[in-house]
């Protein structure tokens, strides 16, 4: 019977926390109603405040609104309404999770709030040019890796490419990658793991939603990290993660327009001084890869590479072969 008492309980706090908020209260014939045709038990109006005041006493937090008729609802959800919606439009817009999996994640989100606040949490997000990742076990391979990180672990897995056909094709020759992994990082809207790459004995970054299944964590204790290496540095030199060359610094003539922009991708510490009415200077810490050259390019004369020369020739190089 005491089982029995419990499970009563425990369905009354599940129709509750399914059908309840502050503007949806359920009264006390409402609730007895619910429970006779969702369980087949039948309750007594006088029965219904004492398992309220159990669950109250239990820390949850009921509160009831004195009326004609006693109502009641849940007060102690986890997150707010604009706080679910928030975490759906992140879900939804994220490129690292697959379609399936977003459906999935909203649905589970969805069930953070009442049924009758369900239908707020229709979202009218459009997102431009979203193409989601067709990795559907994105998330359990950084889980996998983050586990790695904190073990101290090396970690085994698969590195994937496209070739001509649009097939997923194996790089490194088809061998798996022994990586010693140091930290995770989401830029761009993707995962990324940076760790010592211990076929080449260098540091490399590696997209997660590339890795072809979940890694495997082996029984080799992770290799230290290089002491000239410093992560917090590393992963805000290294431009939009494309490359893994040292950084250099580079000065950047811009037209004053594009403050906006050098501050979008290297924060507002970066260096910058006043050259004329219409220009300033920028120096940053990239990677020059050819991310960062078709970033310059990309605004067409209204910023230019000032120094090092050996990046301006490069870029220059990069120029030519491309008009040829």
Known sequence: MESDHQLRILYLYQILLRHSDADHPISTKELIDMMETHHQIR??????PKYIELLNDSGFEIMEIRSREKKYYL????????????????????KFVSKDKSQELISKLMALTSEANSAKL?????VTDRIKSDNEKGYYIVE???????DGKQISFYYTDYNAQKERVLKNEGKP???????????????????????????????VDRISKQPVILDETAAPAPESLNLADYSREVFRMYDTEKPVEVSLLCENSL??????????????????????????????????????????????????????????????????
Not at 43 to 48: A, K, M, N, P
Not at 122 to 126: A, G, H
Not at 178 to 206: C, E, K
Request: with cysteine; charged share 25%.
């Open 75 to 94: 007060n102690d959800r986890l997150f707010d309404l604009p706080e679910v919606k928030l975490l759906i439009d992140a879900v939804q817009s994220s």
């Open 177 to 207: 990658y022994i990586v010693s992994p140091y930290m995770l990082v989401w830029d761009g809207d993707f995962y990324y793991v940076l760790g010592l790459n211990h076929a080449r004995n260098q540091v490399n970054t590696f997209r």
């Open 43 to 48: 309750l007594h109006r006088t029965t219904i």
């Open 122 to 126: 229709k979202r009218n997000l459009y």
């Open 144 to 150: 996998a890796i983050n586990e790695a990180i904190n």
């Open 259 to 324: 403050m906006k922009h050098l501050i979008d991708h290297f924060g507002l510490d970066v260096e910058t001084e006043i050259v004329d009415d219409s220009h300033f200077r920028a120096r940053v810490l990239v990677c020059t890869s050819p991310t960062f050259y078709r970033w310059v390019f990309g605004w067409c004369g209204r910023m230019k590479i000032e120094y090092p020369p050996s990046v301006l020739e490069e870029y220059r190089r990069m120029a030519r072969a491309a008009l040829e």
